[in-house]
Structures are given as structure tokens and as C-alpha cells.
């Protein structure tokens, strides 16, 4: 069993920054997706299991960047310059069982997700 830890979300002003990070128990290709209050949840980044490859939504690329500390297996995602429309809960989720370069943007590709962590942007 795949343990994910998230922690960093809270409440900013539009043009802010957060850094959310997202603890597991062991090295793999994980990804950021986001859920808005009645909206499918969607791809925000991605970052493979050698941190080698990343992939961003189009609507986030520029503004957040995903990064790993591999020594602790904890993925960030720094979000800057957040609009109202970033607000959601933004859930981290890991690739089990994958190989080492490929980035996921598909989110039927993880197998496990944290409990989410709740952003908020305010205008």
C-alpha cells in the first residue's frame, strides 16, 4: 500500500504563490490533478519517476512547476502567480508500477491518490 501525504494548500490572493507537497513512501511517477467545485477533475502536471521528463496543462504552463526531492520521494508543485480560477483540491496521485521516463497525463494511469488538499483564490 502506497501512502501520499499532502500538505501546503490554503487560502491567497490572486497573484499569489503556494507550494504544495506531497510525501510517499516510495519513488514513482506522479502527478497533480485538481478538482473544482462541481467540474471532472483535471491533468495539472506530471513528472516521471527519474524527474527526467515533466508535462503541464496548457492552462497552468508558465505558472506552476512540478519538482521531486528524490531523497525524501516528495513531489511539489509550486503554483505562482494563481488566478481564481486555479481555486480547487488538488489531489497528488502515483504511477505504480511504471518505468522511469514517462510523465502521466492521464489520470486512469495512477493507482493511488492522497486525500487531496483544498486551494483557494480570491480576486
Known amino acids: 500500500q502506497v501512502q501520499l501525504v499532502e500538505s501546503g494548500g490554503g487560502l491567497v490572493q490572486a497573484g499569489g504563490s503556494l507550494r504544495l507537497s506531497c510525501a510517499a513512501s516510495t519513488r514513482y511517477a506522479m502527478g497533480w490533478f485538481r478538482q473544482a467545485p462541481g467540474k471532472e477533475r483535471e491533468f495539472v502536471a506530471a513528472i516521471s519517476r527519474n524527474g527526467g521528463t515533466i508535462s503541464y496543462a496548457n492552462n497552468v504552463r508558465g505558472r506552476f512547476t512540478i519538482d521531486t526531492d528524490n531523497a525524501q520521494n516528495t513531489v511539489y508543485l509550486q503554483m505562482n502567480s494563481l488566478k481564481p480560477e486555479d481555486t480547487a483540491v488538488y489531489y497528488c496521485?502515483?504511477?505504480?508500477?511504471?518505468?522511469?521516463?514517462?510523465?502521466?497525463?492521464?489520470?486512469?494511469?495512477?493507482?493511488?491518490w492522497g486525500q487531496g488538499t483544498q486551494v483557494t483564490v480570491s480576486s
Open positions: 496521485a502515483a504511477a505504480v508500477g511504471t518505468g522511469y521516463t514517462a510523465a502521466y497525463r492521464n489520470q486512469y494511469e495512477y493507482t493511488y
